[in-house]
């Protein structure tokens, strides 16, 4: 194992002589796993492999980099895990079940409750203001009267959430008032409003310039501390990986 792949060590208490206060956590778990993943996209009557058996795991708390160049199939590999395409070969693990083969509604199921997606798009509906847009997955996962009576919590918890990644003072804002960092960090307080144990993220600074795309950064890593979540991010720039634990490189189809 290469050095930009090894997983840091989990912190352990270090000596007595601190009291007793360090964080004492545990050995880390893999939260979720790829085995000899493959996928191919066919093009009229050829068949062009995307994937070509990857294997992966995701510790649970880690923050995990998925580089390579363009095309490499990061974002393919990314949607598989996400549950959003099936792989043709391989298994995808999450919590220790496998859900590559679940039935949509039960992959559905998942996707709301465990998984916070974000894209290098923002997908924020341009008539509603930062507030109602974190909302919208309660909107939709809801029906309109379990949302009625429950807006008031999640009304609570999005508030929350919005000053965590910085826009307190953003929160009537619609998106065409705002930059594309805070655009951004308003979909990713959006994937946090479900409660997601693992953020998985498609190029989340890709459309973003230095200073926006840095603080996008720290508000993903700040997260991951507070709420003790997982993150998957691709990327094509490897530079924004160095803030990773663990860093896996796709070159050619296999993790390198
Ligand atoms: P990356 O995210 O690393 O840039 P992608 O996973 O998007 O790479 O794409 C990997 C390869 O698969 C590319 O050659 C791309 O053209 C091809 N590809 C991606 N999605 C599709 C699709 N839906 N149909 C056909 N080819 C695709
Ligand atoms: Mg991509």
Redesign the pocket.
Known sequence: MSRSTAVKPATLPLSKSDGGKAPLKLATQTLMSANNIHKS???GTLE?P?LKGVDLEIAEGSFTAIV??????????L?LLATLDAPDQGEVHFQDRRIDNLPSRQREAIRNQEFGLIFQFYHLLPELSTLENVLVPKMVQDGFFSYLRNKRAYKKRATELIEMVGLGHRMTHRPSEMSGGEMQRTAIARALISEPSIILA??PTGNLDEQNGDEVLDTLNSLRNQENLTVVM?T?DASLAQSADKTIK?VDGRVV
Do not use: I, P
């Open positions: 996209y066919r093009k062009v995307v390579g160049q363009s095309g490499s199939g990061k974002s393919t590999l949607h498609d190029e691709v094509h796709l």
